[in-house]
């Protein structure tokens, strides 16, 4: 097929509803992470948006569709890259704030990487190796079949609706508590029980969009910290803890002491099990790496065939190599201001650009495997600070006050780039169904990126000085809790204070080894379960009531997906429900970051709190009706996608 009878992709409305997607879907998707610990993709709901617009015009097609929800997933993708990294520099105290050429810089050049490094693997992944790609399979379908996708975004509109209302009632105007929890200490022992579920419709359906195996691992990590680990430690290790043994008193509140187990003991068991995942990963697919680089090099051999098939067309390996070369340039500037030596920062530039193509080539082909959604993007970057941390305590001693900063910065750079090489694998498999051409796709990636970064800043100032970021106080109640940053953070305080309680970390990794096991015993089966390390260590470290909650979703798709066999309606899927449960998603992060800005103006976080509050119970109640709504949608015999 020549190009000149291709179909227009990179048309004027299609770059321009792809930018404000992606900065709108960066934003949503940045709120969500700090809350919850966890993205989603944002393909299918970005494709549905977009067909719906698109139609508004006089002439559309499904490749400009496609080249939309490109750009539009990259602001998602590169928001997760920040999320999970750059809010340590506020939780170490390095940053008073989130500068805004900082973040920019760093995040920008991430991601652009992250595009970039991914081009040569494009062809062994995609074509050679025929890589699921779920999101990228289900968004190649939506896009298929949405002859109108104006009954999918009325969907949409009152999922986010109904997900922006329950947000308000619970932040806002203070209605109900935002979670459902008690403990207490079992009989006259100091081991303490607990349970909880937050009343977040927005974790329900992360639960409900990574499925029920995930969504259960997810619940099994909080189980091994909240159901093991906090009473066996309250029980008969607290007692050589002085820092927590002043909390343990005749009365003291169970549900504190067990959260400063958790923050202070417990949770570092995620970071033994998620540098056991990464490595694994990385290791299990060395073969692949290879393959991959071998053949992305070969491509411009074959663009030179008579037969040369667009879909084949990549963006020029010379020009990669080039442009990877450029970027290192700035990176080794930034890297130089933060701890003003030019070895250090030669030796950090280096570990970047390595550790950056690795772990990007393993949340790319992760992503084929398992999704975006359940990518180990976490994992490789507590491997690539921790090691950082080390050799930068070796180079600059354990006082250097810039050292847990840098360590940070390296992991910034290559967590932006590996999310970023998940989701463009995602988009490329999409266009590869479709017909679309890479180059313009990875165009448009970058485009995607350039834009998300643009709005980050602000963004997480706003979230910043609205609520908060990182353990919750009297001041700041609502504090949105930054999981992974928080580890990162005490990860390189960790090393650099001599204060990581390497005994935690250890048995963390004896905990992934054994999963890996597991894992590998129900791969050797042919069983459709599986135990991805990476699910567990996230629940490890987040707290038990949003794992609960990730949980209920993951029972509701199970249900629904039951509802369908038994029916006879497989052909519906679940694509109505993920439809929908991403309208709750975004729904509840926008009004979250809305609410952010009267309480940033007024400086009063209760400016629109109402007087009255009611039981706990009635939240309990509104959650789980809009989740039952979910499950009704879900269960549609017809397909509103």
């Avoid at 992606?22 to 700090?34: I, V």
Wanted: proline residues 4%; contains cysteine; charged residues 10%.
């Amino acid at each position: 097929m020549s190009e000149e009878k291709l179909l227009p992709q990179l048309t004027l409305k299609a770059i321009f509803l792809g930018i404000a997607l992606s900065m709108s879907l960066a934003g949503a998707n940045a709120y969500l992470g700090l809350f919850a610990g966890l993205t989603v993709s944002a393909s299918i709901p970005a494709a549905v948006i977009s067909m719906a617009i698109l139609k508004l015009f006089k002439e559309s097609n499904i490749l400009e569709n496609n080249i939309v929800q490109t750009a539009a997933s990259a602001g998602e993708s590169i928001a997760a890259g920040v999320i999970f990294t750059l809010p340590a520099l506020i939780i170490l105290g390095y940053w008073d704030v989130f500068e805004y050429w900082w973040v920019s810089v760093i995040a920008g050049l991430g991601g652009l990487l992250g595009v970039l490094f991914t081009v040569p693997l494009r062809r062994s992944l995609i074509v050679e190796e025929q890589l699921r790609y779920p999101e990228g399979t289900a968004t190649a379908e939506v896009l298929k079949i949405g002859v109108s996708g104006a009954q999918g975004a009325r969907y949409l509109g009152i999922a986010a609706l109904l997900g922006a209302l329950a947000k308000l009632a619970e932040t806002g105007l203070r209605l109900w508590p935002g979670a459902t929890q008690t403990a207490s200490y079992l009989g006259s022992s100091s081991a303490i029980a607990y349970v909880g579920i937050n009343l977040s419709p927005a974790l329900i359906s992360v639960g409900f969009i990574v499925g029920l195996n995930i969504a259960i691992l997810v619940f099994i990590g909080g189980a091994i910290s909240w159901y093991l680990a906090i009473p066996i430690y309250s029980a008969f290790f607290l007692g050589t803890d002085p820092a927590l043994i002043t909390s343990f008193s005749e009365g003291a509140n169970p549900s504190d002491l067990a959260y400063s187990i958790w923050t202070s003991k417990i949770r570092y068991l995620g970071v033994g099990a998620m540098l056991v995942g990464g490595i694994g990963a990385l290791i299990s697919m060395r073969g692949t790496l290879l393959s991959g680089i071998k053949s992305g090099l070969n491509s411009k051999h074959i663009s030179k065939a008579l037969d040369y098939d667009h879909r084949q067309h990549d963006m020029p390996m010379s020009l990669v190599l080039w442009t990877i070369v450029i970027f290192l340039v700035p990176i080794f500037f930034l890297y130089q201001s933060i701890v003003d030596s030019f070895g250090v920062a030669i030796t950090m530039t280096f570990i970047m650009v390595i550790t950056g193509f690795l772990f990007s080539s393993v949340a790319a082909y992760m992503a084929g495997l398992v999704g975006s959604s359940n990518n180990p993007i976490s994992g490789i970057t507590i491997a690539t600070i921790l090691f950082t941390s080390l050799l930068l305590f070796w180079l600059m001693g354990g006082d250097s006050v810039a050292g847990p900063a840098a360590a940070i910065m390296v992991g910034a750079v290559v967590c932006s780039a590996a999310a970023i090489a998940g989701d463009n694998l995602q988009d490329l498999k999409a266009g590869y169904l479709l017909g679309a051409t890479p180059w313009r796709q990875q165009c448009m990636q970058a485009v995607g990126v350039i834009s998300a970064v643009l709005v980050m800043a602000p963004i997480l100032n706003l979230l910043l000085r609205a609520y908060g970021i990182g353990a919750p106080s009297l001041e700041q109640p609502n504090a949105l809790l930054a999981p992974q940053a928080t580890l990162m953070a005490s990860v390189t305080e960790g090393v650099f204070g001599s204060g990581l309680p390497w005994g935690m970390v250890l048995i963390g990794a004896v905990i992934g080894i054994v999963i890996i096991a597991i894992d590998q015993t129900l791969k050797t089966r042919g069983s459709s379960w599986r135990a991805p390390v990476l699910a567990v260590a996230v629940g490890i470290y987040l707290p038990l009531q949003l794992s609960t909650a990730i949980l209920v979703g993951g029972l509701l798709a199970y249900f629904a997906n039951r509802s369908h066999r038994v029916n006879g309606t497989d052909g519906a899927s679940l694509k109505n429900g993920t439809l929908f449960a991403s309208g709750l998603i975004t729904g509840e992060a926008l009004i979250g970051i809305l609410m952010a800005i009267p309480i940033v103006v007024t400086g009063n976080p209760n400016v629109i709190a109402l007087s009255v509050e009611l039981p706990g119970v009635v939240g309990l109640l509104v959650t789980f009706a809009i989740a039952f709504y979910l499950y009704k949608v879900s269960t549609r015999s017809k397909p509103i996608i």
